[in-house]
């Protein structure tokens, strides 16, 4: 037993499977996704924002491909990208061919829609002789007619038939190297479904709120739901869905996980709304060094506290913290220790500083090990 067991997440076991490079399921870490929203087609743009997102700390990237110009510009979006690239195909069955042959890593389809067994059997050939996985995408917005009909309207119930069905049209022809979505704009709906699916499946889960909206209520939804999912040990890889920067998908969801100790990435600060008793501007001083402290990769904590109401209880629980004091006198913490006191024109160098410096020891030691 863990000392803090009320922080513990026992995870589902899943089946392991392999996304290019990066592992999913069984006991890998979970995995963070986003996905390109540059025409394809504009190869230079598209490389560029992968890369931007890979710097943001992604693990997997999703490139939609619509067309065969869009499938032929994978091979050299491939190979100028570290990500393993999902290719997203939705009907044309040649489409999922030469996204396998120009280099996806995993190809994300509803085998139902694809076509006749012919059909799906060339895909599923497709992937296996290119190490392709498959992500089965169940939508609540593009549910087969038949089970719409069933069901009346999406329910948990509907997606997991869905999910079932196209998982059985894979498994039917020897094909497991597999993951599964089915997701919805409502909460409630993506929780439930989730839930069932988790239930009665032992493929990895891809989980996300599709279509959540703009940045602020589409963070908010998907820190719900995936949240609430995480917290029962369910999910393998997610995406944060925003009508946004891709680059805020991943913010998002590294700090959906880093809240629940599911990923240790970068630098955890801890700061206090602020209000009348503050030394110094918390916000500005918070904003400044997320910022500046963005290339840190080093999994290091830092308090920032306006005042000494709760400032030394939180430095007592971080590497670093600061705590604002009077007349510019402000106290600097190591350790839970307190280190010196410092001013505030000072106070954010000093700190950059020496979570610099701190990264460099670690990165030293590992290297050394």
């Known amino acids: ?26 006991n890998n870490p979970i995995a963070v996704q986003s996905m390109t929203n540059t025409k394809t087609t504009d190869i230079k743009s598209t490389i560029n924002q992968i890369n931007e ?3 943001q700390g992604a693990d997997i990237v999703r490139v939609s491909c619509p067309d065969q110009e869009s499938t032929l510009a994978l091979k050299e979006i491939v190979n100028n990208v570290k990500l393993p690239v999902v290719a997203d195909i939705h009907f044309h069955y ?9 280099g ?4 994300r389809i509803n085998p139902g829609n694809i076509g006749d067994k012919k059909k799906v059997k060339e895909v599923i050939s497709a992937a296996k002789n290119n190490n ?8 609540a917005g593009s549910l087969e007619k038949d089970i719409l009909e069933k069901y009346k309207e999406p329910c948990p119930e509907a997606l997991v038939e869905s999910a079932l069905r196209n998982i059985k049209i894979l498994e039917d022809q020897n094909f497991t190297n597999l993951k599964v979505s089915v997701k919805s704009s409502d909460v409630f709906l993506s929780i439930s479904a989730y839930r069932q699916l988790s239930d009665k499946i032992d493929y990895p889960l891809h989980l996300g709120i599709t279509e959540a909206g703009s940045f602020i209520p589409g963070s908010i939804k998907s820190s719900i739901g995936l949240g609430t999912l995480l917290l029962e040990g369910i999910g393998d890889t997610i995406r944060v869905s925003l009508s946004d920067d891709p680059v805020k998908e991943v913010q998002i969801g590294n700090e959906i996980l880093k809240s629940l100790n599911l990923k240790q990435r970068g ?18 001083t918070v904003k400044t060094l997320e910022d500046r402290l963005s290339h840190i990769k080093t999994p290091i904590t830092l308090s920032i506290i306006g005042c000494v109401v709760n400032g030394p209880g939180e430095a007592s629980l971080t590497d670093f913290g ?6 510019n006198n ?21 700190v950059i500083g020496l979570i610099e410096k701190k990264e460099l020891e670690i990165q030293k030691k590992s290297t050394n090990k």
Not at 10 to 16: A, I, L, S
Not at 94 to 102: D, I
Not at 132 to 139: L, P
Not at 330 to 350: A, V, W
């Open 1 to 26: 037993m863990s000392i803090r067991p009320y922080r513990d997440i026992n995870r589902k076991k899943t089946k392991e499977i392999a996304v290019g490079t990066i592992k999913i399921g069984g």
């Open 53 to 55: 997102i890979d710097n």
């Open 94 to 102: 040649k489409r999922a061919l030469e996204a396998a042959e120009n």
């Open 104 to 107: 996806a890593s995993c190809l």
């Open 132 to 139: 392709c996985s498959i992500r089965i995408g169940v939508n």
């Open 267 to 284: 630098v955890k600060i801890i700061s206090c709304p602020s209000c009348a008793r503050q030394g110094f501007d918390v916000i500005k």
């Open 322 to 327: 600061v705590t604002g004091g009077g007349n």
């Open 330 to 350: 402000h106290m600097l913490y190591l350790n839970g220790e307190q280190m010196k006191k410092i001013s505030t024109k000072e106070m954010i160098d000093k």
